[in-house]
Protein backbone atom coordinates (compact mmCIF):
# COMPACT_ATOMS: atom_id res chain seq x y z
CA UNK A 1 0.00 0.00 0.00
CA UNK A 2 2.79 2.07 0.54
CA UNK A 3 4.44 1.78 -2.61
CA UNK A 4 0.74 2.64 -4.07
CA UNK A 5 0.50 5.80 -2.21
CA UNK A 6 4.12 6.98 -3.25
CA UNK A 7 2.95 6.37 -6.87
CA UNK A 8 0.07 8.40 -6.27
CA UNK A 9 2.09 11.22 -4.86
CA UNK A 10 4.52 11.36 -7.63
CA UNK A 11 2.06 11.12 -10.57
CA UNK A 12 0.03 13.96 -8.99
CA UNK A 13 3.37 15.66 -8.42
CA UNK A 14 3.84 15.82 -11.89
CA UNK A 15 0.82 16.27 -13.66
CA UNK A 16 1.13 12.17 -15.54
CA UNK A 17 -2.36 11.72 -14.98
CA UNK A 18 -5.76 12.26 -13.99
CA UNK A 19 -6.72 11.90 -10.48
CA UNK A 20 -9.36 8.81 -11.89
CA UNK A 21 -6.66 7.53 -13.93
CA UNK A 22 -4.01 7.33 -10.83
CA UNK A 23 -7.14 5.93 -8.81
CA UNK A 24 -7.40 2.82 -11.09
CA UNK A 25 -4.25 2.23 -11.93
CA UNK A 26 -2.90 1.75 -7.96
CA UNK A 27 -6.19 -0.36 -7.60
CA UNK A 28 -5.15 -2.31 -10.55
CA UNK A 29 -1.61 -2.60 -9.39
CA UNK A 30 -2.99 -3.65 -5.48
CA UNK A 31 -4.21 -7.55 -4.38
CA UNK A 32 -7.61 -7.81 -4.93
CA UNK A 33 -10.29 -6.04 -2.21
CA UNK A 34 -13.59 -6.15 -1.07
CA UNK A 35 -15.57 -3.37 -2.57
CA UNK A 36 -19.30 -2.41 -2.97
CA UNK A 37 -20.71 -0.50 -6.34
CA UNK A 38 -23.56 1.44 -6.00
CA UNK A 39 -25.78 4.12 -6.69
CA UNK A 40 -26.05 7.09 -4.28
CA UNK A 41 -28.39 10.14 -4.63
CA UNK A 42 -29.75 12.83 -2.68
CA UNK A 43 -32.26 15.27 -3.54
CA UNK A 44 -32.59 19.20 -1.58
CA UNK A 45 -36.05 20.58 -1.55
CA UNK A 46 -35.35 24.14 -1.45
CA UNK A 47 -38.50 25.97 -0.22
CA UNK A 48 -39.73 29.72 -2.05
CA UNK A 49 -37.75 32.49 -0.54
CA UNK A 50 -39.51 34.77 1.86
CA UNK A 51 -40.74 38.25 0.64
CA UNK A 52 -38.09 40.66 0.67
CA UNK A 53 -35.09 38.46 0.65
CA UNK A 54 -32.64 39.15 -1.82
CA UNK A 55 -30.19 35.78 -2.49
CA UNK A 56 -29.59 32.80 -1.42
CA UNK A 57 -26.63 31.08 -1.51
CA UNK A 58 -25.84 27.23 -1.21
CA UNK A 59 -22.89 24.57 -0.71
CA UNK A 60 -23.90 21.47 -1.49
CA UNK A 61 -20.81 18.73 -0.23
CA UNK A 62 -19.87 16.40 -2.99
CA UNK A 63 -18.23 12.82 -2.52
CA UNK A 64 -14.56 12.34 -1.52
CA UNK A 65 -12.27 10.93 -4.32
CA UNK A 66 -9.45 8.98 -2.44
CA UNK A 67 -7.59 5.65 -2.97
CA UNK A 68 -10.56 3.82 -1.26
CA UNK A 69 -13.63 5.53 -3.01
CA UNK A 70 -13.81 6.19 -6.64
CA UNK A 71 -16.53 8.19 -7.98
CA UNK A 72 -18.29 8.34 -11.51
CA UNK A 73 -20.93 9.18 -13.16
CA UNK A 74 -21.21 12.16 -10.86
CA UNK A 75 -24.34 14.59 -11.63
CA UNK A 76 -26.18 17.89 -10.35
CA UNK A 77 -29.54 18.47 -11.59
CA UNK A 78 -30.59 22.29 -10.68
CA UNK A 79 -32.66 24.60 -12.34
CA UNK A 80 -30.30 27.57 -11.27
CA UNK A 81 -26.76 27.76 -12.45
CA UNK A 82 -24.09 26.18 -10.31
CA UNK A 83 -19.99 25.90 -9.99
CA UNK A 84 -17.96 23.50 -8.28
CA UNK A 85 -15.27 24.26 -5.61
CA UNK A 86 -13.04 22.65 -3.59
CA UNK A 87 -11.30 23.97 -0.21
CA UNK A 88 -7.67 23.76 -0.04
CA UNK A 89 -6.95 22.62 3.59
CA UNK A 90 -9.38 19.43 3.23
CA UNK A 91 -9.82 18.87 -0.34
CA UNK A 92 -13.77 18.84 0.11
CA UNK A 93 -15.82 19.55 -2.93
CA UNK A 94 -19.32 21.21 -2.95
CA UNK A 95 -21.04 22.47 -5.71
CA UNK A 96 -21.90 25.96 -5.08
CA UNK A 97 -25.38 27.82 -6.13
CA UNK A 98 -26.07 31.95 -6.19
CA UNK A 99 -29.89 31.61 -6.06
CA UNK A 100 -31.40 35.38 -6.41
CA UNK A 101 -35.02 36.10 -4.94
CA UNK A 102 -36.72 36.31 -8.76
CA UNK A 103 -35.65 32.62 -9.39
CA UNK A 104 -36.97 31.00 -5.99
CA UNK A 105 -40.59 32.52 -6.12
CA UNK A 106 -41.56 28.66 -5.86
CA UNK A 107 -40.03 25.72 -3.89
CA UNK A 108 -37.96 23.87 -6.20
CA UNK A 109 -35.99 20.13 -6.24
CA UNK A 110 -31.48 19.61 -6.44
CA UNK A 111 -30.51 16.20 -7.00
CA UNK A 112 -27.38 15.19 -6.75
CA UNK A 113 -26.25 11.09 -8.08
CA UNK A 114 -22.81 9.40 -8.84
CA UNK A 115 -21.64 5.68 -8.45
CA UNK A 116 -19.57 5.10 -6.14
CA UNK A 117 -17.26 2.04 -5.49
CA UNK A 118 -16.21 1.61 -1.85
CA UNK A 119 -13.25 -0.21 -1.07
CA UNK A 120 -12.75 -1.92 2.25
CA UNK A 121 -9.56 -0.18 3.85
CA UNK A 122 -7.24 -2.16 5.88
CA UNK A 123 -3.66 -1.05 7.36
CA UNK A 124 -1.17 -4.05 8.13
CA UNK A 125 0.13 -2.40 11.71
CA UNK A 126 3.43 -4.68 11.41
CA UNK A 127 5.22 -3.25 9.06
CA UNK A 128 6.20 -0.23 11.09
CA UNK A 129 10.02 1.11 10.34
CA UNK A 130 12.31 3.56 11.56
CA UNK A 131 11.78 5.22 8.02
CA UNK A 132 9.20 8.10 7.99
CA UNK A 133 6.67 8.15 5.05
CA UNK A 134 5.96 11.81 3.79
CA UNK A 135 2.00 12.27 3.63
CA UNK A 136 1.11 13.39 0.53
CA UNK A 137 -0.76 16.38 3.03
CA UNK A 138 0.74 17.50 5.80
CA UNK A 139 -0.06 16.40 8.77
CA UNK A 140 0.49 19.86 10.46
CA UNK A 141 -3.12 20.57 10.91
CA UNK A 142 -4.03 17.37 12.41
CA UNK A 143 -2.01 18.29 15.64
CA UNK A 144 -4.16 21.68 16.23
CA UNK A 145 -7.03 21.97 18.30
CA UNK A 146 -10.50 22.46 16.86
CA UNK A 147 -13.34 24.81 18.60
CA UNK A 148 -15.07 21.96 20.39
CA UNK A 149 -11.82 19.02 20.36
CA UNK A 150 -9.40 20.79 22.99
CA UNK A 151 -5.94 19.17 23.20
CA UNK A 152 -4.89 20.97 26.71
CA UNK A 153 -6.38 20.55 30.40
CA UNK A 154 -8.96 17.80 31.04
CA UNK A 155 -8.22 16.10 27.24
CA UNK A 156 -4.36 16.05 28.09
CA UNK A 157 -4.86 14.87 31.39
CA UNK A 158 -6.93 12.10 30.59
CA UNK A 159 -4.78 11.15 27.42
CA UNK A 160 -1.36 11.26 29.53
CA UNK A 161 -3.24 8.71 32.37
CA UNK A 162 -4.23 6.57 29.59
CA UNK A 163 -0.66 6.32 27.84
CA UNK A 164 1.90 7.03 30.15
CA UNK A 165 2.63 3.32 30.25
CA UNK A 166 3.24 3.49 26.42
CA UNK A 167 5.89 4.27 24.31
CA UNK A 168 5.55 3.82 21.05
CA UNK A 169 3.49 6.13 19.56
CA UNK A 170 0.98 3.43 17.90
CA UNK A 171 0.74 1.57 21.24
CA UNK A 172 -0.48 4.85 22.26
CA UNK A 173 -2.83 5.11 19.66
CA UNK A 174 -4.63 1.38 20.72
CA UNK A 175 -4.60 2.70 24.52
CA UNK A 176 -6.98 5.48 23.49
CA UNK A 177 -8.94 3.48 21.18
CA UNK A 178 -9.56 1.12 23.64
CA UNK A 179 -10.43 3.89 26.92
CA UNK A 180 -12.75 5.66 24.43
CA UNK A 181 -14.74 1.86 23.59
CA UNK A 182 -14.92 0.92 27.15
CA UNK A 183 -15.76 4.16 28.67
CA UNK A 184 -18.46 5.61 26.13
CA UNK A 185 -21.63 4.58 25.67
CA UNK A 186 -23.28 4.44 22.14
CA UNK A 187 -27.00 6.75 22.52
CA UNK A 188 -28.78 9.66 21.24
CA UNK A 189 -30.08 10.40 25.06
CA UNK A 190 -30.14 14.17 26.07
CA UNK A 191 -30.03 17.12 23.22
CA UNK A 192 -25.79 17.73 23.64
CA UNK A 193 -24.82 14.50 21.72
CA UNK A 194 -23.92 14.82 18.20
CA UNK A 195 -21.96 17.83 18.21
CA UNK A 196 -18.44 16.28 18.57
CA UNK A 197 -17.48 18.09 21.77
CA UNK A 198 -14.84 16.18 22.90
CA UNK A 199 -14.85 17.34 26.42
CA UNK A 200 -18.59 16.82 26.99
CA UNK A 201 -18.05 12.90 26.14
CA UNK A 202 -15.14 12.74 27.84
CA UNK A 203 -17.60 14.16 31.14
CA UNK A 204 -21.14 12.36 29.68
CA UNK A 205 -19.02 9.39 28.50
CA UNK A 206 -22.26 9.09 25.76
CA UNK A 207 -23.42 10.04 22.63
CA UNK A 208 -22.87 8.79 18.80
CA UNK A 209 -20.06 8.54 16.26
CA UNK A 210 -19.05 12.18 16.35
CA UNK A 211 -18.76 12.40 20.12
CA UNK A 212 -16.72 8.92 19.91
CA UNK A 213 -14.25 10.28 17.48
CA UNK A 214 -13.92 13.93 18.90
CA UNK A 215 -13.03 12.28 22.11
CA UNK A 216 -10.29 9.84 20.40
CA UNK A 217 -9.11 12.67 18.51
CA UNK A 218 -8.22 15.12 21.08
CA UNK A 219 -6.84 12.27 23.58
CA UNK A 220 -4.55 11.23 20.08
CA UNK A 221 -3.69 14.63 19.28
CA UNK A 222 -2.63 15.16 22.77
CA UNK A 223 -0.79 12.71 23.04
CA UNK A 224 1.46 13.45 19.43
CA UNK A 225 -0.17 12.21 17.32
CA UNK A 226 -2.18 13.62 14.36
CA UNK A 227 -5.47 12.55 13.96
CA UNK A 228 -8.36 13.46 11.56
CA UNK A 229 -12.09 13.28 11.34
CA UNK A 230 -14.28 12.20 8.06
CA UNK A 231 -17.78 12.07 7.96
CA UNK A 232 -20.35 10.68 5.00
CA UNK A 233 -23.45 8.02 5.19
CA UNK A 234 -23.77 4.79 6.35
CA UNK A 235 -24.84 1.82 4.24
CA UNK A 236 -26.60 -1.70 5.94
CA UNK A 237 -24.61 -4.51 4.70
CA UNK A 238 -27.89 -6.80 4.38
CA UNK A 239 -29.60 -4.23 2.20
CA UNK A 240 -29.40 -3.55 -1.38
CA UNK A 241 -32.05 -0.60 -1.58
CA UNK A 242 -32.56 1.86 1.09
CA UNK A 243 -33.00 5.14 2.57
CA UNK A 244 -30.65 6.91 4.87
CA UNK A 245 -31.98 8.92 7.81
CA UNK A 246 -28.54 9.81 9.69
CA UNK A 247 -24.77 9.99 8.81
CA UNK A 248 -21.71 8.21 9.89
CA UNK A 249 -18.12 9.38 11.30
CA UNK A 250 -14.81 8.10 11.24
CA UNK A 251 -11.40 8.96 12.56
CA UNK A 252 -7.60 8.85 11.17
CA UNK A 253 -4.34 8.61 12.55
CA UNK A 254 -0.85 8.92 11.34
CA UNK A 255 1.67 6.89 12.15
CA UNK A 256 5.44 7.51 10.80
CA UNK A 257 6.28 4.38 8.68
CA UNK A 258 3.23 3.39 7.99
CA UNK A 259 1.26 6.44 7.06
CA UNK A 260 -2.53 7.05 7.93
CA UNK A 261 -4.76 4.53 9.88
CA UNK A 262 -8.41 4.00 10.27
CA UNK A 263 -10.02 3.75 12.69
CA UNK A 264 -14.43 3.15 13.64
CA UNK A 265 -14.16 3.63 17.71
CA UNK A 266 -18.36 3.76 17.69
CA UNK A 267 -18.99 0.82 14.88
CA UNK A 268 -16.30 -0.95 17.59
CA UNK A 269 -18.41 -0.65 20.66
CA UNK A 270 -21.56 -1.66 18.17
CA UNK A 271 -19.78 -4.64 17.38
CA UNK A 272 -17.08 -6.27 20.12
CA UNK A 273 -16.25 -8.35 18.17
CA UNK A 274 -14.82 -6.15 15.63
CA UNK A 275 -12.86 -4.16 18.03
CA UNK A 276 -9.83 -5.24 16.89
CA UNK A 277 -10.78 -5.10 13.08
CA UNK A 278 -11.77 -1.24 13.46
CA UNK A 279 -8.80 -0.31 14.40
CA UNK A 280 -6.83 -0.26 11.43
CA UNK A 281 -9.85 -1.30 9.26
CA UNK A 282 -12.63 0.16 7.82
CA UNK A 283 -15.87 -1.76 6.03
CA UNK A 284 -17.29 -0.99 2.57
CA UNK A 285 -20.46 -0.01 4.42
CA UNK A 286 -19.93 3.55 3.92
CA UNK A 287 -19.71 6.35 1.53
CA UNK A 288 -17.02 9.84 2.65
CA UNK A 289 -18.25 13.13 1.68
CA UNK A 290 -15.49 15.09 3.63
CA UNK A 291 -12.68 15.49 5.65
CA UNK A 292 -12.49 18.25 8.84
CA UNK A 293 -13.66 20.10 11.83
CA UNK A 294 -14.18 24.28 11.66
CA UNK A 295 -14.70 24.11 8.01
CA UNK A 296 -14.36 27.47 5.93
CA UNK A 297 -16.23 27.00 2.89
CA UNK A 298 -15.25 27.95 -0.39
CA UNK A 299 -16.62 30.39 -1.19
CA UNK A 300 -16.14 31.47 2.54
CA UNK A 301 -19.52 31.52 3.76
CA UNK A 302 -20.45 34.41 5.85
CA UNK A 303 -21.16 32.98 9.04
CA UNK A 304 -19.06 31.10 11.47
CA UNK A 305 -16.83 28.05 10.65
CA UNK A 306 -18.99 24.92 10.26
CA UNK A 307 -18.52 22.27 13.04
CA UNK A 308 -18.26 19.67 10.57
CA UNK A 309 -20.17 19.74 6.56
CA UNK A 310 -22.18 16.37 5.42
CA UNK A 311 -25.22 18.07 4.68
CA UNK A 312 -26.20 20.81 2.75
CA UNK A 313 -25.48 24.76 3.66
CA UNK A 314 -27.39 27.95 3.13
CA UNK A 315 -26.99 31.36 3.86
CA UNK A 316 -30.00 33.61 3.32
CA UNK A 317 -28.72 37.13 2.98
CA UNK A 318 -25.62 36.48 4.83
CA UNK A 319 -27.59 34.67 7.44
CA UNK A 320 -27.60 31.43 8.09
CA UNK A 321 -30.83 29.45 6.48
CA UNK A 322 -32.17 26.13 8.22
CA UNK A 323 -35.45 25.46 6.29
CA UNK A 324 -34.02 23.42 3.27
CA UNK A 325 -35.08 19.74 3.25
CA UNK A 326 -33.23 16.62 1.78
CA UNK A 327 -33.58 12.88 0.94
CA UNK A 328 -30.68 10.54 0.85
CA UNK A 329 -30.94 7.28 -0.68
CA UNK A 330 -28.82 4.29 -2.15
CA UNK A 331 -28.87 1.15 -4.25
CA UNK A 332 -26.44 -1.51 -5.05
CA UNK A 333 -25.55 -2.13 -8.50
CA UNK A 334 -27.44 -4.73 -10.07
CA UNK A 335 -29.39 -5.07 -7.14
CA UNK A 336 -33.49 -6.26 -7.48
CA UNK A 337 -36.04 -3.30 -5.89
CA UNK A 338 -36.55 -3.54 -2.68
CA UNK A 339 -38.37 -2.23 0.29
CA UNK A 340 -37.37 0.80 1.63
CA UNK A 341 -34.89 0.63 4.77
CA UNK A 342 -34.06 2.97 7.57
CA UNK A 343 -30.44 3.53 8.44
CA UNK A 344 -29.22 4.07 11.67
Given amino acids: ?3 ILAFVAIALSVGLFSANDIFRTAVQ ?5 PS ?14 PAGSHELRLWLPLPYQDLYQSISQLRVDSPVPYVMRQDSEYNDRYAYLKIGATNAKKPFDIRVSFQVKRFEHRVALTGAS ?19 VPIDGVISDLSQQQTERATLPLEKARKIYDYVIATMHYDHDGTEWGRGDALW ?4 KHGNCTDFHSLFIGMARSAGIPARF ?8 DVHEAAITSYHCWAEFYIGGIGWIPIDASEAWKHKEKTDYFFGGLDVNRVMFTMG ?4 LTPPQKGGPLNYSVYPYAELDGTPFTDLKEEYSFRDDGAPAAAAHTGN
Fill in 1 to 3: MKK
Fill in 29 to 33: AAPAT
Fill in 36 to 49: RTLQFSYVVHVPAL
Fill in 130 to 148: DTVDQPIVSVARFLQPDRL
Fill in 201 to 204: ACNS
Fill in 230 to 237: EIGFPLPP
Fill in 293 to 296: RDIQ
